[in-house]
């Protein structure tokens, strides 16, 4: 099937672009209307940044799975839906079509509805990269359970975090799962998170490794017995459950600047258009092209580009088990080659580290079928950007950089591949329907940096100067988070009022004189470590509990394959101590807090913190003495005791 929406050329671009701001409301009704609907909209968008209240497509009833799976059950049903590259080489993969996918998600739908999940309810998923991980997401979406997905570099303390945020009722996990040469004990991490008082009721558990586990009477039970009494019972079919535009579909956590992750809220309707949208436009998916996104389904780009995205498209969407480093750093290309991959979409963190290892892993592959690779994440540098351009996309494939957050639900600045401009280290332009600006430190719009009004503008910008900013959003998009779970106020603190009546993306941007936006880096306290978004807050809590340490100041800085290093500075009780063993453990408090993902790559004792008078610490000295810039530091004169920098500055590491 070919997509109507589906932007062919550069003045296609800009039609649609311009028609998303005169417009929106015709733009996507537009859209939507080739979409699978029990019962359309009566009204396309309500909406107030300041509440914030944002409702798309008012009172339409759907249930995004048969956009996903029955549509193309029923038009292709022969088509590969999930091709499946286990971790080790020497296991065959698995391919499953449509037809298939939707056999194996109504049935595991009714394994759920056996254990008493209904619509509304919450389901924790801590599961390996593997099929089922997906079979069980879209049969939460099915009747309607709300999925929160964990991430497996996640401790026991966060799943349990996690759990409780959202009251989960259910979790499916397996007995353990595999990374690269690594095994990891799933069920025995899941048993620590459920050792507490919390609402789950049942454990699915997936047999995956086949390591021991043990199993609660009455709580565990194996993922294959439960399908077994559906086949028994020859319980194969499930009627989607009807869904309000607006119900939730997901929970994801991601980190802010406080100490506690927060549960990004996306709904049904407005995410499975824009997810659409965005993946139909950005990587120009042509019919039966094989599609690879690298990324874990832990975090949003898994949900967003290896499920929704790609399945409501009718593509082939490739799942990966393993890591790129493993058996050897040409994994990534040999499973391109494998599957005769079209589109590739990472993350800059891994073509960095896989850049590093030359160019031999590359050498014996082919990369032919390859026509589009994208990345995401974080910004890319323009070293990495040629080497991937050149020797993965063999200058000849277009480069999608795109920008967005687990908050946005899909892509929103990006060029369209091979439609318009691609310009290395640029996100570009933004999609149709998104309108950012960038802010002065006023809360002013900067002049000439408001996308809407130079798209008006007939494509000119008003002004020729660079420009800098804190990157906003001005209009509502279907894909964009609705609330912070359980805390509507503080996604209100969070995204709306640093610029009152806009959207704050915490990001600082660039733009060119053509209008382009590049995408600078957080402004805020929170770290993107290897693509991986953590907070400096969670991680100054985690070290804080660690017996002895007083206090701690968390800041990033740069590392050539990670993006972001965490650089730890902290005040120990004890004077002098035995730094590497307070090191390790300090290491291991952040691990069982928080996860391997946020250990400090760096830490230095200090004997105290840069703090201003009213006990503020200045986080701006701390990260150039971790930047390795000693000299410039700024005014310190507002500094309570200006001598602790000193030691500092003297201490680093
Ligand atoms: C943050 C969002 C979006 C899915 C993966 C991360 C940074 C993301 C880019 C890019 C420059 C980027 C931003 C953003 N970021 N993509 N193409 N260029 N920066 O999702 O964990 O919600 O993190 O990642 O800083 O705010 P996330």
């Known amino acids: 099937m070919s997509f109507s929406y589906q932007i062919k050329d550069l003045s296609q671009y800009k039609e649609a672009y311009k028609k998303s701001v005169e417009d929106p409301e015709g733009f996507w009704s537009a859209i939507a209307n080739e979409f699978i609907w029990r019962k359309k909209w009566d009204r396309v968008l309500e909406w107030n940044f300041k509440k914030p209240e944002i409702k798309w497509f008012v009172n339409a009833k759907l249930n995004i799975t048969e956009n996903c799976i029955d ?358 332009l933004p999609l149709p329907g998104i309108q950012p600006v960038l802010m002065d430190e006023n809360g002013k719009i900067i002049r000439g940096s408001d996308a809407a009004e130079n798209a008006l503008a007939n494509g000119k910008k008003d002004t020729s100067e660079l420009l800098t900013g804190n990157l906003c959003i001005k209009f509502p998009w279907p894909g964009m988070l609705r609330t912070t779970y359980g805390d509507h106020e503080r996604c209100r603190l969070n995204y709306f009022t640093s610029y009152p009546g806009f959207y704050f993306t915490g990001d600082g941007c660039f733009m060119d004189t053509n209008g382009n936006y590049r995408i600078t880096g957080r402004v805020d306290d929170v770290l993107n470590v290897s693509g991986h978004r953590i907070g400096t807050a969670e991680i100054e809590n985690a070290i804080d509990m660690e017996p002895g340490v007083i206090e701690s100041a968390v800041v990033g800085f740069p590392h050539e394959i990670k993006g972001q290093g965490i650089y730890a500075f902290v005040i120990h009780a004890e004077g002098k101590i035995d730094e590497d063993a307070a090191r390790k453990k300090i290491i291991g408090a952040v691990t069982l807090v928080i996860g391997v993902i946020a250990k400090p790559d760096k830490i230095q004792f200090v004997a105290g913190l840069p703090k201003t008078r009213s006990g503020k610490i200045m986080r701006r000295i701390l990260r150039k003495i971790a930047e390795g810039e000693t000299e410039n530091l700024g005014d310190t004169s507002t500094l309570l005791d200006p001598s602790v920098v000193e030691e500092i500055r003297n201490g680093k590491i």
């Open 71 to 428: 549509r193309w059950a029923e038009t292709q049903p022969n088509t590969i839906a999930l091709l499946w590259e286990a971790n080790d080489p020497a296991e065959p993969s698995r391919s499953i079509t449509y037809r298939k996918l939707l056999f194996e998600v109504c049935r595991f739908a009714n394994v759920l509805k056996n254990n008493g999940v209904k619509k509304g309810d919450r389901v924790c998923i801590y599961m390996p990269m593997i099929p089922e991980l997906m079979i069980g997401i879209l049969a939460c979406a099915r009747i309607g359970a709300i999925h929160s997905v964990v991430f497996g570099g996640f401790s026991a303390q966060s799943i349990r975090d996690r759990i409780n945020d959202a009251s989960c009722s259910l979790v499916l996990t397996a007995d353990g799962g595999y990374r690269g040469a690594k095994q990891i004990p799933l069920k025995e991490i899941m048993d620590v998170a459920l050792r507490d008082d919390t609402a789950v009721k049942k454990v699915i558990v997936f047999k995956r490794t086949g390591v021991s586990v043990s199993m609660q009477p009455g709580r565990d039970i194996w993922w294959h017995d439960e399908l077994k009494k559906m086949d028994d019972l020859q319980s194969f079919e499930c009627t989607a459950e009807t869904m309000d535009a607006e119900d939730i579909l997901f929970i994801l956590y991601t980190s802010g600047s406080t100490g506690k992750p927060k549960g990004v809220v996306l709904t049904c309707g407005g995410y499975m258009v824009y997810t659409n949208y965005t993946f139909i436009n950005v990587f120009q998916y042509k019919p039966r092209q094989i599609f690879f996104c690298t990324a874990d389904i832990g975090w949003i780009t898994g949900h967003s580009y290896i499920i929704y995205g790609p399945l409501s498209a009718g593509a082939t969407t490739t799942m990966f088990e393993g890591i790129p480093t493993w058996p050897d750093s040409g994994r990534f290309w040999e499973v391109v080659d494998k599957h005769k991959v079209n589109i590739l979409y990472t993350a800059p963190t891994a073509i960095r580290s896989l850049m590093a290892h030359g160019l031999d892993p590359v050498k014996d592959k082919k990369l032919d079928s390859l026509q589009v690779i994208g990345t995401v994440g974080e910004p890319i540098n323009e070293e990495a950007w040629h080497w991937y351009h050149d020797h993965i996309g063999k200058k000849k494939c277009p480069v999608v950089d795109t920008w967005w957050q687990t908050e946005t639900g899909g892509i929103m600045i990006s060029n369209l591949a091979g439609i318009t401009p691609q310009i290395p280290s640029f996100a570009t």
